[in-house]
């Protein structure tokens, strides 16, 4: 195999890969990226067996057709510091790889292609086609509340449920629940429920853009989302995901009407004083007023006063601040709606429709 091209569009396509490639493989083979060439094409492929990534390059200078495996994290090394215009990259013997520039000369030791697992290509008999900024504002609305808590793998996804004309995204670490439900362009025949893993999240919300389409590819284990030159396809969670329906509120009457930047500006603050064993701020709420505080014997006190408009019954709450903090950042609403119905009861945000966030209150220490 022997290439030039851009050192530009190389770094980017290393980027999108590397990320998935983990510092602890099972195999060797598995630190490195499939770099190989068909047709006028040069395709570049990670995995880690649970999430792979593939994408394609069009406009690449073929000079010997070829393929080769190149260690992930030497080659982004290399890549990226040599001084930008053309570059060649050409095979040796022995597995052996040359990265050349008019002035610059890497020798890199590879593995074989025939080493490199190959990603499944799922059959797009079951699949649905959205814009890709569609999907990854769902995502930005759900992903956070995620559970990275490994003996609860289950909660370790988003849950996607596919069902006649809307797709719902739900998450959920078992303290607080994401839930969107968006309508599609057009109607499915499709129903269907699964939990796409974090790892495969988080490479769609690296890589989602504004503009363009995502298909979704559904298979019996595995999903596959493919956009613009990419695809990414992952393993599926296998289990049941909890019953979240039944923890959804009815909405509230009691609703406490703030700006999104005056609630997250004073929640940010109140959390300074949290630590490790104090996490909580409190919330006092009275006739149109909130008062956000923390008070620590070890570190002081904070209190901030916020007007908003409230009729309702006076009482105190605790809050873990990160998980007000994280869904106020993601949402674009300039006033959001807070539903407090009690000292004991969850808090719970409806913002852009079809969105709901619900939070588990903390003990005041």
């Known amino acids: ?21 983990s510092t602890k493989a099972s195999l060797p083979v598995l630190s490195n990226i499939l770099i190989e060439t068909s047709k006028n094409k040069l395709h570049l492929a990670a995995t880690d067996l649970e999430v792979g990534i593939s994408l394609t390059l069009n ?31 050409a095979v040796k013997k022995n ?61 370790n996804g988003v849950l996607f449920v596919l069902k006649g004309k809307s797709l719902r995204l739900v998450a959920t670490d078992g303290r607080r629940l994401a839930l969107i439900e968006k309508e599609l362009d057009g ?76 609630f997250l500006g004073a929640t940010k603050r109140a959390a300074i004083l949290t630590s490790a064993d104090s996490q909580s701020i409190k919330l006092d709420l009275f006739k149109d007023k909130l008062i956000f505080s923390k008070n620590s014997p070890d570190m002081g006190e904070a209190k901030e006063e916020v007007d908003v408009e409230h009729k309702g019954k006076e009482f105190s709450v605790g809050f873990n601040p990160q998980y007000l903090i994280d869904v106020l950042k993601n949402l674009k609403d300039e006033k959001i709606s807070l539903e407090l119905t009690g000292a004991e009861s969850p808090g719970v945000i409806r913002a852009e429709e079809g969105y709901v966030y619900i939070v588990l209150p903390m003990q005041l220490s």
């Open 1 to 21: 195999m022997k290439i030039k091209t851009e050192k530009e569009s190389l770094l980017k396509a290393i980027q999108v890969l590397q990320n998935i490639i």
């Open 59 to 89: 406009t690449e200078e073929i000079l010997e057709e070829g393929g080769i495996t190149i260690p992930a994290k030497r080659f982004f090394d290399i890549i990226k510091d040599l001084p930008p215009g053309k570059l060649e990259v």
């Open 95 to 155: 597995n052996s790889i040359a990265i050349e520039t008019q002035k610059c000369f890497f020798r890199l030791m590879g593995l074989p292609k025939e080493e490199f697992p190959k990603l499944p290509k799922l059959h797009e008999k079951e699949s649905i086609v959205i814009k890709q900024q569609f999907l990854k504002n769902m995502l930005q609305l759900t992903a956070f509340a995620v559970s990275h808590d490994e003996t609860r793998y289950i909660l």
């Open 187 to 262: 109607p499915t025949e499709l129903k269907k429920e699964v939990i796409v893993p974090t790892k495969a999240i988080n490479e769609l919300m690296r890589n989602l853009q504004d503009q363009g389409e995502v298909k979704i590819i559904f298979a019996d284990n595995q999903i596959s989302f493919q956009f613009d030159n990419i695809v990414l396809v992952s393993r599926l969670i296998e289990g049941q995901f909890p019953n979240y329906e039944q923890v959804v509120p009815k909405e509230s009457k009691e609703k406490i009407v703030i700006p999104r930047e005056t």
